[in-house]
């Protein structure tokens, strides 16, 4: 099972609870829609990010697990300028992809 991947009891086991008072239930229902917000916003940037991804690896035909293990700035057309695009386009998604998998830990309880 990769390291991302928990099982319930292990995500119980390590839950951390956090409790955020507010006014009353409509702004509750605000926080709870932004968090939703935030999270499409991460999905629509992980498509994009994947989409720049894919134009690279069809370029240069190879993956960009390759590329980033194997080739360096001279390999590529582009030289160094994208060589820091494509490795930066990797590191992006997967920050966004750890943050969007953390915001889908969370619950919602309202009281």
Do not use: C
């Given at each position: 099972?990769p390291d991302?991947?928990?099982?319930?009891?292990?995500?119980?086991?390590?839950?951390?609870?956090?409790?955020?008072?507010?006014?009353?239930?409509?702004?509750?229902?605000t926080?709870?829609?932004?968090?939703?917000?935030?999270?499409?916003?991460?999905?629509?940037?992980?498509?994009?990010?994947?989409?720049?991804?894919k134009?690279?690896?069809?370029?240069?035909?190879?993956?960009?697990?390759?590329?980033?293990?194997e080739?360096?700035?001279?390999?590529l057309?582009?030289?160094?300028?994208?060589?820091?695009?494509?490795?930066?386009?990797?590191k992006?998604?997967?920050?966004l992809?750890?943050?969007?998998?953390?915001?889908?830990?969370?619950?919602?309880q309202?009281?």
């Amino acid at each position: 099972m990769p390291d991302y991947m928990m099982t319930a009891i292990e995500a119980k086991a390590m839950s951390i609870e956090m409790v955020i008072e507010l006014p009353d239930q409509g702004t509750a229902v605000t926080v709870q829609r932004a968090l939703e917000s935030y999270q499409a916003r991460l999905q629509s940037s992980i498509q994009r990010t994947r989409r720049r991804l894919k134009g690279f690896e069809e370029k240069y035909e190879t993956s960009t697990e390759h590329f980033l293990a194997e080739m360096t700035a001279e390999d590529l057309r582009g030289g160094d300028l994208e060589y820091v695009e494509w490795a930066g386009e990797a590191k992006l998604l997967e920050g966004l992809e750890v943050e969007l998998r953390e915001l889908r830990y969370a619950r919602f309880q309202l009281q």
